[in-house]
């Protein structure tokens, strides 16, 4: 459509330009100078400049059977890089805080390890003579989606779910899941209300109903979560009885000590890390077996730009493969299950990122009361 | 042997016409030396304000710590001064033309890297960084040696960084030093028949390093390496510098 409106400019133009002709030719005819051929000459181009205006059309058509334009597969290649988009907020253990090493700033995370396959798919896709380079850039989750829709990304990967109600903004696409068995989990400080939510499973007999649960045992809470994720959008629609905040990060979320925070919802695999590598004295909130306690199911996409129809395709079907051979299996046992320092797989495999496309000063953010509550 | 008479006139002038130039490669030599010093001191120095700065770079409660890139600067001059007498911003007339050209170079290459860890520096909430003396340090000499003739690195012997790994040369140098005493100068030769400069200047442990490189030996350390079980004043590792005879 947008074509089409670049040519209906064009063909203005033409127009324009042939009314300007048209206009000279009768100047001329005027100081007697008759010329019936240029006259037909004037007479053609003003009809063909009435009749261009429906070429845009035809040319979108033709478009659409046959691409003449570059497709962003191609560009990708041309420009033997790739721009990724990655939340500068620290997900641990899919993407940890920026490090400094023998090699300059680096970021990784089972992300990051991600962009890297994708990155050495692209490079035998362009013919594997030259690399296709990631180009990192560190936005705030916030302004993810933002810096997609204005083309400054190929592709976004940060932990990202869209299977929630609300959680994918219109004119963005998501991948195939890299990541299965996320959803909404909980952890406190406080071992009373851990037992709080354990007794309100107990009072259940017969039929186990978590939602019930989670929202009589949270009930009268203070309960923290990350802006625009997935848990905010969680609590808004299901947990009636809280005072719920909104916070800029997890990190904010953990150090807010005013208001006191009771219960902190975010992904139940990034708070399985945390609690057991991060903030120890924070415990996860468990159904009284001792078993996860999930509050919805998530799974993790790449996101990309809804016309890129291209890069859809080809994102998808390395997942696939990568699902397929175990690879997938294999990077979510090294970065979830495995004891090793972050640092050190920084420096080994982490990767560069535009130090002028971050922030200036990342701060973790704060917390505030989310309206109406 | 009575020399033949001729020979007698002809060696007087071989000598004079000799002599300037041998005089003059034993100038270049000794600038070069000095100017060698002198990088050396100027990137330890980049590594001492980092250290002494660690406590403020590693703060979680700190969003904008200051450890900007003209602050740096500022204190890496005012601290080459005190150890040299050398003020970097108005070099003095008697400074080697090479180490006049090179210092400017490695000042502006170290503060090279405290910018482009800004981003990392200023990050609350987050404790421990990296940005350490070593990681300063290998940044700022392979900036440097992108930018100059000479080259400059960290080397160890067992090096957690394997571009840190010594050459030939430095393997032997660093094996020497091991075997001498802590307060042991650095080792300077001549190779190539005189037209390569090598120094290779060591560092010592000091109690800071021991956290990471202390005991208890082969337990992982914070970076996730593992601890080397070092004392205080034992071998580090070492500065390498090269510097062809011919440079710039």
Known sequence: MALYHRHSALNTMIVERSYSVAKSGRRKSLYGRGNT???AAVLFLVILGLLLPG??????????AYPLTRDELSTICAKRQIRVGISVEPFRPF????IYTNEGVRVTGLDVELIREVADALTEHCGGQQPIVPTLHLVRFR???????????DLFVSSFSGNVPGGTPTGLWLSIPYFHGAGV???THDPEIVEKVRAQFRKQTGRTDTLAAIQEGLSGLTVAVQNRRTPHLYAEANLRNIRLMVCDSLPAAVETKDPHIDVILTQYPILQYVTKRVWPDWQLLERPDGSPLILSRESFSIVTGEQKRRLQWFLNNLLYRLEESGRLAQMRKRWLEEE???????TNEGLPFEVSKVPDHYDQGQCRMAGGR | MKLPAWLLIVLPFVYLLLWPDLGLAQSHREASERTAHYLTTLLNVGRLIVERHQPLINDPQKGDKGFTPDFFEREAVEEFFRQTSIDLKRPPAQLPALAKELLPILLESSTHVVADAQFVINQRGIGYKNFIPATFGSQAARKFSSR???????????PRNVKNQPDTYEERALKQLAAQPSSTGPVTEWLDDGKTLRTVTPIY????????????????????YLREGAKEGDLAGAISIQIPLNNP
């Open chain 1, 37 to 39: 051929g240029a006259g």
């Open chain 1, 55 to 64: 070429c845009g059309l035809i040319f979108d058509a033709v478009e659409l």
């Open chain 1, 95 to 98: 993407v940890f805080s920026a």
């Open chain 1, 143 to 153: 302004d993810l989606f933002l810096e997609l829709n204005e083309e400054h990304l």
């Open chain 1, 185 to 187: 989990g909980a952890m």
């Open chain 1, 340 to 346: 090793y320092a972050p640092t050190r797989r920084a």
């Open chain 2, 148 to 158: 100059s003739q000479v080259k400059m690195k960290q080397t160890t012997l067992n």
């Open chain 2, 205 to 224: 442990y000091s109690q800071d390093c021991l956290v990471c490189h202390g005991d208890p030996t082969g337990t992982l350390d914070i970076s996730g």
